[in-house]
T-cell receptor
Framework: GQSLEQPSEVTAVEGAIVQINCTYQTSGFYGLSWYQQHDGGAPTFLSYNALDGLEETGRFSSFLSRSDSYGYLLLQELQMKDSASYFC???????????FGKGTKLSVIP | EAGVTQSPTHLIKTRGQQVTLRCSPISGHTSVYWYQQALGLGLQFLLWYDEGEERNRGNFPPRFSGRQFPNYSSELNVNALELEDSALYLCASSLVVPFFGQGTRLTVV
C-alpha cells in the first residue's frame, strides 16, 4: 500500500516563501506529484518529480529525495490567490493511479 | 485543446436511487481515473480504466461500478445511493500525470 503524510495547515505572509513537506511510504514508487485545489474547484496539476532533485516552474518548485522518501513544494513570492489546498500524490506499481496525501491548507495573509 | 469534461456538474438524488456520472478525457488519453472527495477530505481512488478495461478499483463496495467506451470516455455508476455518497466525484485522464475535470458534485438526501 501507499501512504503520504503532509501538514494539515500552513499560514504564510503575502510575498514570503513557504515550503510544504510530504513524506511517503509506498510499496512501489512512481514519482511524486503536486496538485493545487481551491475551495469548490478541481485539483490542478502543479509539478511532477520522477527523479531526485529540483523541478522549477515559475514561482513553484518541487523537490524529491527518493532515498529519504521525502519531497516538498516550494512557493515563492506568495500571492493571496495561492490560498488553497495542496496535495502531494504518488503512483505505484507502474501506474499513474495516484494515492493522495490528505492535503495542506495554505492560508496567505496580508 | 479541451480538458477533461464531466457531466453533470451538480446532482441531487434521493437515498436508494441510482446515478450515472460521465467523463470525457483529454483527446489522446487512454486512461481514466475516478476519485471521490467527500467534504473536507482528501481524494480517494475509486476506479482506473485503460483501453476499455478496468485495471484496478479502490476500497469501495460493488455498488460503485463503471465502464470505459471505445472512444475512451467513461461512466461511473453508483447504485443504492447512501447519504455518505454525497461528495465531489472527480475524473482524471492521463498519458503521464493525471489531469482532472471539474467534477460532479453529488448530494444524496
Amino acid at each position: 500500500g501507499q501512504s503520504l503524510e503532509q501538514p494539515s495547515e500552513v499560514t504564510a505572509v503575502e510575498g514570503a516563501i513557504v515550503q510544504i513537506n510530504c513524506t511517503y511510504q509506498t510499496s512501489g514508487f512512481y514519482g511524486l506529484s503536486w496538485y493545487q485545489q481551491h475551495d469548490g474547484g478541481a485539483p490542478t496539476f502543479l509539478s511532477y518529480n520522477a527523479l531526485d532533485g529540483l523541478e522549477e516552474t515559475g514561482r513553484f518548485s518541487s523537490f524529491l529525495s527518493r532515498s529519504d522518501s521525502y519531497g516538498y513544494l516550494l512557493l515563492q513570492e506568495l500571492q493571496m490567490k495561492d490560498s488553497a489546498s495542496y496535495f502531494c500524490a504518488s503512483g505505484g506499481a507502474g501506474s499513474y493511479q495516484l494515492t493522495f496525501g490528505k492535503g495542506t491548507k495554505l492560508s496567505v495573509i496580508p | 485543446e479541451a480538458g477533461v469534461t464531466q457531466s453533470p456538474t451538480h446532482l441531487i438524488k434521493t437515498r436508494g436511487q441510482q446515478v450515472t456520472l460521465r467523463c470525457s478525457p483529454i483527446s489522446g488519453h487512454t486512461s481514466v481515473y475516478w476519485y471521490q472527495q467527500a467534504l473536507g477530505l482528501g481524494l480517494q481512488f475509486l476506479l482506473w480504466y485503460d483501453e476499455g478495461e478496468e485495471r484496478n478499483r479502490g476500497n469501495f463496495p460493488p455498488r460503485f461500478s463503471g465502464r470505459q467506451f471505445p472512444n475512451y470516455s467513461s461512466e461511473l455508476n453508483v447504485n443504492a445511493l447512501e447519504l455518505e455518497d454525497s461528495a465531489l466525484y472527480l475524473c482524471a485522464s492521463s498519458l503521464v500525470v493525471p489531469f482532472f475535470g471539474q467534477g460532479t458534485r453529488l448530494t444524496v438526501v
